[in-house]
């Protein structure tokens, strides 16, 4: 992947990161509007962030099954009580774990952590490594490939 490539897709998982974040707090009655709005307020043309708007529409469709794993994995946590842009975070990187076998784990982790420096507390990496590390034990393939 090159260097703008790469780059591409971290705006796209910044942009997903805001979206899904102010999407938990109140869901909108038409997505496709809201998304719409969301996008023409970015900083570049819409299809630039295309990456991102995959992992939306993927969180969205998936996010029952991912808040249960999440449920499952965060032992001695309220799920109530995960902070609501951790849990965003989580439910981007697990997204891209479950369903998305052209990104190796790992590299979703990473993103994960970087995403939590920028956007959480510095308590919050510990936390969220943690979970998606059990995921990736879960997987059952290489961590360190792409499918």
Same mark, same amino acid.
């Given at each position: ?5 790469? /780059?591409? !897709?971290?705006? %796209? !998982?910044?942009?997903?990161? #805001?979206? @899904? ?28 962030? /295309?990456?991102? *708007?995959? @992992? +939306?529409? %993927?969180?969205?469709?998936? #996010? ?9 994995? /965060?032992?001695?946590? *309220?799920? *109530? &009580?995960? /902070? ?6 989580? !439910?981007?990187?697990?997204? *891209?774990?479950?369903? !998305?076998?052209? +990104? ?8 994960? +952590? ?8 510095? =308590? ?5 490594? %943690? +979970?998606?590390? &059990?995921?990736? =034990?879960?997987? %059952?393939? =290489? ?5």
């Amino acid at each position: 992947m090159s260097k703008a490539q790469f /780059a591409q !897709r971290r705006d %796209g !998982r910044v942009a997903a990161l #805001q979206y @899904l974040f102010a999407w938990s707090m109140n869901a909108p009655k038409n997505l496709a509007e809201d998304l719409r709005v969301f996008f023409e307020n970015m900083e570049q043309p819409r299809e630039h962030y /295309a990456f991102g *708007e995959e @992992l +939306i529409q %993927g969180v969205i469709e998936h #996010q029952a099954d991912i808040d249960a794993r999440i449920k499952a994995l /965060a032992h001695n946590w *309220e799920f *109530e &009580r995960i /902070a609501k842009i951790d849990l965003t975070i989580m !439910r981007l990187a697990m997204f *891209e774990m479950l369903f !998305r076998k052209d +990104i190796p784990p790992v590299v979703s982790i990473n993103e994960a +952590i970087d995403l939590s420096k920028q956007f959480s507390n510095a =308590d919050a990496k510990r936390f969220i490594n %943690g +979970i998606l590390d &059990r995921v990736k =034990d879960q997987l %059952g393939r =290489d961590a360190r490939k792409a499918e």
